[in-house]
């Protein structure tokens, strides 16, 4: 499995909206966003640390490219953020792949 870490969440979001989901994990203060697509070949895991945890349980990105978070399903298409409380090979990857 290969880690792509993004450099802005908005791509993240935009991936994740087409899948469905959007997991959250909180680590050592650090807030992490990340979800695993397939390919023809692989799975990649793409992340990013973000600088603070978004508010709401769905997030969108809307038509001018901005964030939106609510705690109801955003039409016509959101991801979910689900809360994880363990992952081992994302854990793994925080600790092998993560750069300085």
């Known amino acids: 499995m290969r880690t792509i870490w993004c450099n802005d969440i908005e791509d ?3 991936i ?3 899948q469905g989901w959007l997991f959250y994990y909180h680590h050592q203060g650090k807030h992490y966003y990340y979800l695993y697509v397939g390919s023809e ?3 990649l895991c793409l992340a990013i640390e973000a600088k603070e945890k978004l508010a709401g349980k769905y997030v969108t990105i809307d038509d001018d490219g901005n964030i939106v978070t609510s705690n ?3 039409m016509p298409a959101c991801s979910r953020i689900v809360g994880v409380a363990k992952d081992e090979e994302f854990e793994k990857l925080l600790e ?3 750069p300085s």
């Open 12 to 14: 993240l979001l935009s």
């Open 16 to 18: 994740a909206r087409n």
């Open 41 to 43: 070949r692989e799975i």
């Open 72 to 74: 109801k399903p955003i």
């Open 96 to 98: 092998f792949l993560r």
